[in-house]
């Protein structure tokens, strides 16, 4: 079944960029996901990728996939304090259970 | 719409005490399932339906029952409360039809605390 890594915390100053990174194992996921979870509160869908492209860009959120070395990051440009959460990477068929990773933890200083 | 609703939001059991957990969509959502998150485990799927009348086991299903009787209702029902159930538990629904990004849908989470 899907395993997915991520690290678990970054630590960034307003205004810069942050990148935060996520390997998986099975390269069969049409879509891959980034969920946000804002403190106290249930995820939120950021953005999604479908598997055959390898970036996509929504504003100041960039998803970039290697799919030969099954990586997946998303940058968020001039990041904010309001960006400060947990973000989640998710594998898997549109038509059965996504697989998260254990979540990054952004943390952004003013 | 309501989206997916969680009742109750906190509760607080003592161990062997048996309690439900109750999920409810008006999406008209085909796909349901439950998750339960605890610090630096992320989340874990602990049972899932693809439809009423059909459930399944995820990740961790030891300790929870669940049933799938409507479209719109998906509980959790734990059977003998434990401490190692203390957690947050996620209710999830997408469409899983083609055409569809397969995005889930979470409820607020229930904190269910076992003394």
């Known amino acids: 079944g899907e395993d997915v890594e991520q690290s678990l915390f970054l630590s960034v100053r307003e205004g810069d960029s942050s990148v935060i990174n996520c390997t998986y194992t099975?390269?069969?996921?049409?879509?891959l996901y980034w969920y946000k979870q804002e403190p106290g509160a249930g995820l939120q869908l950021l953005t999604y990728?479908?598997?055959?492209?390898d970036m996509k860009q929504d504003q100041r959120l960039t998803v970039l996939l290697n799919k030969k070395d099954k990586h997946l990051s998303l940058r968020i440009a001039d990041t904010q304090t309001g960006d400060s959460a947990i973000y989640f990477c998710?594998?898997?068929?549109?038509?059965?259970?996504?697989?998260f990773g254990k979540g990054t933890t952004l943390s952004v200083s003013s | 719409n309501a989206g997916v609703t969680q009742t109750p939001k906190f509760q607080v059991l003592k161990t062997g005490q048996s309690m439900t957990l109750q999920c409810a969509q008006d999406?008209?959502?085909?796909?349901m399932s439950w998750y339960r998150q605890d610090p630096g485990m992320g989340l874990r799927l602990i049972h899932y339906?693809?439809?009423?009348?059909?459930?399944d086991q995820g990740e961790v299903p030891n300790g929870y029952n669940v049933s799938r009787s409507t479209t719109e209702d998906f509980p959790l029902r734990l059977l003998s409360a434990a401490p190692s159930q203390t957690s947050v538990y996620f209710c999830?629904?997408?469409?899983?039809?083609?055409?569809?990004?397969?995005?889930?849908?979470f409820g607020e989470g229930s904190r269910l605390t076992v003394l």
């Open positions: 999406m008209n959502h085909e796909y």
């Open positions: 099975d390269s069969s996921s049409t879509y």
């Open positions: 339906s693809v439809g009423a009348g059909i459930t």
């Open positions: 990728i479908f598997s055959n492209m």
């Open positions: 998710a594998g898997g068929e549109a038509g059965t259970a996504l697989i």
């Open positions: 999830a629904s997408k469409n899983p039809g083609q055409g569809f990004t397969g995005e889930l849908f």
